[in-house]
């Protein structure tokens, strides 16, 4: 079904020599949080459906001129905000699954970053251009909000845009890097900085702005859906997958950004970090002021922060924490707490309980993965021949148990690594992965670990 125009048309997908479709239609939600989930969940176990459903984005470009972010039904349903699914192809590029006419795929995916592209539209604004602010974030570099021109569809939330925006923008500016693409990597680059526009020192918060810029008045922190989308500005202010050095520098340094986010994750477990059992209740006056909410994705990606801002050990802590209040004691009567979206939570829940996590949406040169606390003692992935070696990938945790929960040494095909992360490229050729689990983080925490213990 082609329902990208004005009248319904019978689509007809490419066909190999024997009239077989060369790949499977697929439909979905939006793309909005993929970058955390399932762009890291398929491109390692289902590398042959994450690139049936980039071919099938493309179909859509091709039906109807532009790349979808919420495919469903052969229609551009426009649900949700920004371009979402740029991330998710460019990592299926990178990941090398997607290797013919990336030109044209720069191309496609270029025209949803400009002026007439779906970064312009917000949530499910299907006959005008203006709800997303786009021309402001071009412009000004940022989206203002209210928006001057009214009201045209959902989520018109101008600081939350203006981040996404800059996140997105920075993806689609690896795509340009591989391609040579020297003066739009630049120019994407220098855009992917918009973030920085809509953080106030004065508050060391990310606020929004008015389209005169100056800051909202009677700015709460807590308050949800005001100037940022599906979450308060403590949750979406963490939202810069590409830049969170720039971020803590933003805060006054990597020490202060820790203790603030530790001090958020300390709050959070009080309400076992969701918004109450169920999307609706992010609106409920005590559950909306939750500091992060593992129930809907601006602030999934939170506990991973800290491997990026120098401390690991806090990201193995409160990732374990996370999975053991949040996607622990799962059942079909209860199933997760909050906004379950194609699969978005049940992915982050498997990547979580296997340590293994991409804080850009893997879309850089050969993508990394960060390094968490895998609850099991031994995880075996088994790589498609198609793409990968024929082979396995297990990670084994030593000593592993409900107080080990801090990573003491790593090693990847019996060499010791350093850091806490590895790469694409290590993880598809096959091998193996031992963590050696303590109980001991060997680092000084910045608040007593007693507190926390006594907090979960």
């Keep these: 079904p082609d329902n990208t125009g004005s009248e319904f048309r019978v689509g007809q997908l490419p066909v190999d020599e024997n009239g077989k479709p060369k790949f499977n239609h697929y439909n979905s939600d939006s793309f909005w949080g993929a970058q955390w989930t399932i762009n890291t969940l398929w491109g390692l176990v289902y590398p042959e459906i994450k690139r049936d459903f980039v071919l099938s984005l493309l179909q859509y470009q091709k039906d109807g001129g532009l790349v979808p972010r919420g495919p469903s039904g052969g229609n551009y349903t426009y649900v949700m905000t920004g371009s979402s699914s740029t991330p998710f192809i460019v990592s299926a590029i990178q990941e090398g699954l997607i290797t013919e006419d990336l030109e044209s795929i720069y191309q496609v995916l270029k025209k949803n970053h400009m002026p007439g592209g779906i970064m312009e539209k917000a949530g499910y604004e299907h006959n005008t251009n203006s709800g997303g602010g786009f021309k402001y974030y071009v412009e000004n570099g940022f989206v203002p909000y209210p928006i001057p021109e009214g009201k045209f569809g959902g989520h018109q939330d101008g600081a939350g845009l203006t981040m996404e925006y800059a996140y997105q923008d920075w993806t689609l500016a690896q795509l340009a890097k591989k391609l040579g693409h020297?003066?739009?990597?630049n120019y994407f680059l220098k855009r992917s900085e918009n973030f920085k526009n809509v953080y106030d020192a004065s508050t060391g918060w990310m606020r929004?702005?008015?389209?005169?810029?100056e800051w909202h008045e009677d700015?709460?922190?807590y308050q949800h859906r005001v100037g940022f989308v599906e979450a308060n500005s403590a949750q979406a202010t963490w939202f810069v997958p590409h830049d969170l050095p720039g971020l803590a520098k933003l805060m006054g340094g990597q020490e202060q950004a820790v203790e603030k986010l530790n001090n958020q994750f300390v709050t959070a477990s009080e309400l076992g970090f969701t918004a109450g059992t169920s999307h609706d209740l992010e609106e409920h006056p005590?559950?909306?002021k939750i500091p992060i909410n593992y129930g809907n994705q601006p602030?999934?990606?939170?506990?991973?922060v800290f491997n990026k801002i120098g401390r690991p050990d806090l990201t193995q802590y409160w990732s374990r924490s996370v999975v053991k209040k949040t996607f622990s004691g799962l059942s079909s009567s209860s199933g997760y707490n909050g906004d379950e979206d194609q699969g978005l939570m049940g992915s982050l829940a498997v990547l979580m309980k296997i340590g293994l996590f991409q804080m850009?949406?893997?879309?850089?040169e050969d993508p990394e993965y960060q390094i968490g606390s895998p609850i099991f003692d031994k995880i075996s992935i088994e790589l498609n021949p198609d793409y990968y070696a024929n082979s396995t990938f297990v990670i084994e945790s030593l000593d592993n148990s409900d107080t080990n929960v801090y990573v003491e040494s790593v090693t990847i095909n019996e060499q010791p690594a350093e850091g806490n992360a590895i790469r694409l490229s290590q993880i598809t050729k096959g091998g193996n992965m031992v963590l050696q689990m303590t109980d001991d983080s060997n680092k000084k925490?910045?608040?007593n670990t007693a507190q926390i213990n006594s907090e979960l």
Aim: charged share 30%; no cysteine.
């Design 445 to 447: 925490a910045p608040i």
């Design 360 to 364: 850009n949406g893997g879309v850089d």
């Design 286 to 288: 005590e559950y909306r």
């Design 208 to 213: 929004p702005k008015n389209v005169k810029g």
């Design 182 to 185: 020297k003066d739009d990597y």
């Design 299 to 304: 602030s999934i990606q939170t506990a991973f």
């Design 219 to 221: 700015f709460d922190p």
